[in-house]
């Protein structure tokens, strides 16, 4: 897959995401001292966020070059969604019901 470029915003309505290739939903609390930790194979970065619930959509693009983007737009929630693929791409084969049993690292 090579290189990913990748974008965080902090939104307070829906995003329009319809040109994307892959888009996944899944709801997170925050706790209260409002950090949390977005992490990637080769980078964490911490985030400061009110505390409560939120739902954060992961959205990838191609780009022209031929390299993929991906976008995290964090959305505050008045109650928990659950986790969900809006829009699958070839890559992106679900069978079932997406399982929320993650730990804090």
């Not at 659950?82 to 049993?101: C, K, N, Q, T, Y």
Request: proline letters at 6%; glycine letters at 4%.
């Amino acid at each position: 897959m090579g290189e990913i470029l990748v974008h965080v915003d902090h939104v307070t309505k829906d995003v329009d995401m319809t040109n994307a290739e892959r888009v996944i939903l899944v709801p997170f609390s925050v706790p209260s001292d409002g950090m949390i930790e977005v992490a990637t194979i080769i980078r964490t970065v911490a985030l400061q966020f009110k505390p409560g619930e939120y739902e954060l959509s992961i959205a990838h693009w191609r780009l022209a070059n031929d390299k993929m983007s991906t976008i995290l737009h964090f959305r505050p929630v008045d109650s928990q969604t659950h986790a969900r693929i809006v829009r699958a791409d070839s890559a992106l084969a679900p069978f079932g019901e997406l399982v929320m049993s993650a730990e804090p690292a």
